[in-house]
């Protein structure tokens, strides 16, 4: 009797970036997972990690992935999917999923999940951390410690030197995984959070006073003390937060962004900054990725400039992300609905 060939799984999470690379107990994880009938390919070569994956194609994946049914990886190239030709499931261990919205891709029949959710809480306490370091004004403490000196009069002269987190109106456009950490923790801290949703009629996840759909952004920007960037880049949220937005926030507003660099316009950004009229900026993504060194970011203080990393966990990140794939596998074999499904006319 003719034995039916095995349905693979390809593995390709051996990226450059130790803590993004999936470690040894994770690959074991998901070759005991698999039931009879499946095989587990794990790439050995490495990947890219940064953005939304997808970043290179070695020899070794594309072999690997022309008898692929599912790939689980960073991304996915448009060379890769025409090689992987019986692929039925893609599954993204980025929660960006613009670079992999190709052509063929769209109009495929290959369902595609990602991992938006999974970084969530760990996103929110880097988010956290950069208001209160700006809110405090340890920024400026950092520029004394720099040279020495001890001066308590930046931090008394003025009212609004420091402020606390329970007297903020934080405005936090998405409410999607991390705009719904972010928003828990935030109104645990006192602070007011009102969301912005493209479905406004789903409800406020826990910690919002209420969400608002896209229409209401304007009205809601003289009143936010924090502008928070958690939504997916598409082409309706591209350059979201523009220089006349920025006009409309209250003198001292604090910028965020962690989600995708071309949300925000960065020289908009820049020109506000200069002149004060924004207190400072927390930044993990830019629309150039690495920033120049010739950014004029790099030479303010007040921002609060990190390269991309606002996701790093590397323990609890792939306890969360190992749950949701296998979570997913078992639900694809028995032909049940997908967790992150996303939708491919949507962008996310």
Avoid at 106 to 129: F, K, P, Q, W
Avoid at 209 to 221: Q, S
């Amino acid at each position: 009797m003719t034995r039916s060939p095995l349905r693979r799984v390809v593995i390709d999470l051996a990226a450059t970036g130790r803590n993004w690379s999936l470690p040894d107990w994770g690959a074991n994880a998901i070759r005991a997972a698999a039931p009879d009938g499946w095989e587990v390919y794990v790439v050995r070569d490495s990947t890219v990690s940064d953005g939304d994956g997808g970043g290179g194609v070695g020899a070794e994946v594309l072999d690997a992935s022309r008898t692929a049914e599912v790939y689980f990886g960073y991304g996915l190239s448009p060379q890769l999917f025409s090689a992987a030709s019986q692929l039925r499931w893609v599954h993204s261990a980025a929660a960006g999923v613009a670079s992999l919205l190709f052509p063929a891709m769209r109009a495929s029949d290959v369902r595609l999940t990602n991992s938006a959710g999974v970084m969530g809480d760990t996103i929110a306490e880097h988010v956290v951390g950069g208001l209160i370091y700006l809110l405090r004004s340890f920024d400026v403490a950092v520029r004394l410690h720099d040279r020495h000196v001890w001066d308590k009069e930046p931090f008394v002269a003025s009212p609004d030197a420091v402020r606390e987190l329970n007297e903020c109106r934080a405005l936090i456009v998405g409410t999607g995984g991390i705009g719904a950490g972010l928003g828990w923790r935030l109104s645990a801290l006192g602070a007011r959070c009102v969301g912005v949703r493209r479905r406004p009629e789903l409800g406020a996840p826990r910690g919002f006073d209420r969400v608002i759909g896209p229409d209401g952004l304007d009205a809601e920007l003289p009143h936010a003390d924090i502008v928070a960037l958690t939504t997916p880049l598409t082409s309706a949220t591209a350059t979201l937060l523009t220089g006349a937005r920025m006009d409309c926030l209250p003198h001292g507003a604090i910028v965020v962004n962690v989600a995708r660099g071309a949300l925000l316009d960065e020289t908009a950004l820049i020109e506000r900054l200069a002149r004060g009229s924004l207190r400072g900026a927390v930044l993990d993504v830019f629309r150039e990725e690495p920033l120049p060194p010739d950014s004029p970011l790099w030479g303010f203080r007040q921002v609060l400039l990190t390269p991309h990393v606002a996701a790093v966990s590397p323990r609890r990140f792939w306890e969360r992300e190992l749950e949701l794939f296998l979570d997913n596998w078992v639900r694809y074999r028995r032909g049940d609905p997908l967790r992150n499904l996303v939708d491919k006319d949507a962008g996310y």
